[in-house]
Each structure stands twice: as C-alpha cells, then as structure tokens.
C-alpha cells in the first residue's frame, strides 16, 4: 500500500484556464516543485492530478492541472488536500543535509531585485558572518553585500528564482 504525505492545500479558483491557487508548506516546497504528479484527496482517498504548469500571481502559487480547463471544471478541486506519494519526495539524507546547512545554498543563482531599483545581480552565495546573514552578488569585479533577513525580503518567487528586497536607501552605494 502506498504511503502518501500532506504537503499543502488548493485554494479558490484562479482566472479563466482552470487553475487553482494553493499553499504548499515550505518544507515540501521543493519536492512540489519537481513532481509531475500531485494526489487530491477526493472522499477521502487519494487520486492523480498531472500537473501542466506552476507558476506565481502576486503573492499566490497558481497551479494547472492536466485536462482541467475551466473555473467550473476547477471548483470541485478548490480547499483539497494535496498529497505526494512519499516515494515521490526528496531523499530525506538529502534534506537532512540542506537542513543541517540551514538550506541556505538553495539561494544560490537566485535573482536578487530591489523594490525601489529592480535588479541587482544573482546571488553567488549566503555568508553567516557575525550576528548576521549576507547574501553575496558580484558586478564584475565589485562584491555587493545585502543583509539576508526576514525584514528585508519582500518576496521569494521559486519557481522564477528571484528574491525580491526592501533596500534602505544608500545600502548597495557603500
């Protein structure tokens, strides 16, 4: 028998194709990410969704599923539990890793934006200095320093690989 575990939920609806917003826990982020197939739990066993696109709105995971073309075909899949069969997940020696390292290499290669001044560059690595986290992007030759706190990060998109910050005024000039 097939062990299947919760990872996050649908939500409403999402324009005119289908789709539905959901909310996937962080942990199993990466793992929603990479699967082809999702399980909805429909009077309470799970069935196979195939996922056709994910992608951001605002603040909101968007998902599209196969076959589901309409707001009207999509509503009967809104506040369901998704599921992943626990074979599908990331090996847990794997995430042990990532955890123990504080999953920060993740970051890498990320798109570093600003409100106020767009992009930046791509983060090239997350340094813990004291009292501190620093996300590293070089221009060049030029080594730009961001703070990598919780305060100063508006948005993280996964699917595009951007993070965006809430820069202080002067912050890349020093």
Request: proline share 4%; charged share 25%.
């Amino acid at each position: 028998m097939e062990e299947y575990i919760l990872i996050g939920h649908t939500k409403k609806t999402h324009g005119a194709r289908g789709e539905l917003k959901v909310s996937i826990e962080d942990y199993y982020l990466q793992d929603f990410l990479q699967t082809e197939v999702i399980f909805l739990d429909i009077s309470g066993k799970p069935v196979p969704f195939f996922i056709e696109n994910i992608y951001t709105a605002g603040s909101s995971l968007v998902l599209k599923l196969e076959d589901i073309e309409s707001p009207f075909t999509a509503k009967p899949l809104s506040s369901k539990e998704i599921k992943l069969r626990k074979l599908d997940l990331v090996s847990e020696e794997k995430r042990v890793y990532e955890e123990g390292n504080q999953g920060l290499e993740r970051y890498m290669g990320f798109l570093a934006t600003g409100l106020s001044i767009g992009e930046i560059g791509k983060i090239a690595e997350i340094v813990e200095m004291p009292g501190q986290l620093m996300a590293h992007i070089y221009l060049g030759e030029k080594l730009i320093m961001i703070p990598f706190h919780q305060s100063l990060i508006d948005h993280i998109d996964y699917v595009k690989r951007t993070i965006t910050f809430k820069l202080p005024e002067g912050l890349l000039d020093l």
